[in-house]
T-cell receptor, first 113, second 112 residues
Framework: EAGVAQSPRYKIIEKRQSVAFWCNPI?????LYWYQQILGQGPKLLIQ????????DSQLPKDRFSAERLKGVDSTLKIQPAKLEDSAVYLC???????????FGSGTRLTVV | DAKTTQPPSMDCAEGRAANLPCNHS???????VYWYRQIHSQGPQYIIH???NNETNEMASLIITEDRKSSTLILPHATLRDTAVYYC?????????????FGQGTRLTINP
């Protein structure tokens, strides 16, 4: 089975610019998650989708971050405008309702300068 | 969410068993113990999970104490490729739809 695909792998932008990340989950996985991982820390959940509906976005900084999951498949996470503290790895994961574990992608490493 | 406590780092010699402890003294009766690991520049990878019985799979064994307040992940014959950050997480029983809350984890270094 193909894994969770994320792109781009790396991105460098200047502060106040915008950026978008893309995630293609494993086929058939209803649940999709976006995590932010700052260097030296564990991943922190930003948003959770069930099909194309939002289940939990309590940790998403909604003034600058947005995410969507059209048709319950692919998802995009956007930051506008970016701040220096947004420098992190953004991880996408998916799971099916009958599964115990998540499958994570390799992440997008964002550097804001 | 229940919290877990793990040592920040551990070392183990290649070929030896690596035993990673986790304290989860506030775990609830409906919460499972999960272990994930994250190899450098990759996303976290699921290893194993358990409720109250010991579990074993092709990757590792999980030993949970009778009072469920602590657990140990065992990598029976550690290799250099097992060098990673290991996360112990407690999570309610509902499959698939419950979020994982990661702590700082244990950085395990396997030495040749």
């Amino acid at each position: 089975e193909a894994g969770v695909a994320q792109s781009p792998r790396y991105k460098i932008i200047e502060k106040r610019q915008s950026v978008a990340f893309w995630c293609n989950p494993i086929s058939g996985h209803a649940t999709l998650y976006w995590y932010q991982q700052i260097l030296g820390q564990g991943p922190k959940l930003l948003i959770q989708f069930q099909n194309n509906g939002v289940v939990d976005d309590s940790q998403l900084p909604k003034d600058r971050f947005s995410a969507e999951r059209l048709k319950g498949v692919d998802s995009t996470l956007k930051i506008q405008p970016a701040k220096l503290e947004d420098s992190a790895v953004y991880l996408c994961a998916s799971s099916s309702l009958g599964a115990w574990g998540y499958t994570f992608g390799s992440g997008t490493r964002l550097t804001v300068v | 969410d229940a919290k877990t406590t793990q040592p920040p780092s551990m070392d183990c010699a290649e070929g030896r068993a690596a035993n990673l402890p986790c304290n989860h003294s506030t775990i609830s009766g409906n919460e499972y113990v999960y272990w994930y690991r994250q190899i450098h520049s990759q996303g976290p990878q699921y290893i194993i999970h358990g409720l109250k019985n010991n579990e074993t799979n092709e990757m590792a064994s999980l030993i949970i104490t009778e009072d469920r307040k602590s657990s140990t992940l065992i990598l029976p014959h550690a290799t250099l490729r097992d060098t990673a950050v290991y996360y112990c997480i407690v999570r309610p029983t509902i499959q698939g739809a419950q979020k994982l809350v990661f702590g700082q984890g244990t950085r395990l270094t396997i030495n040749p």
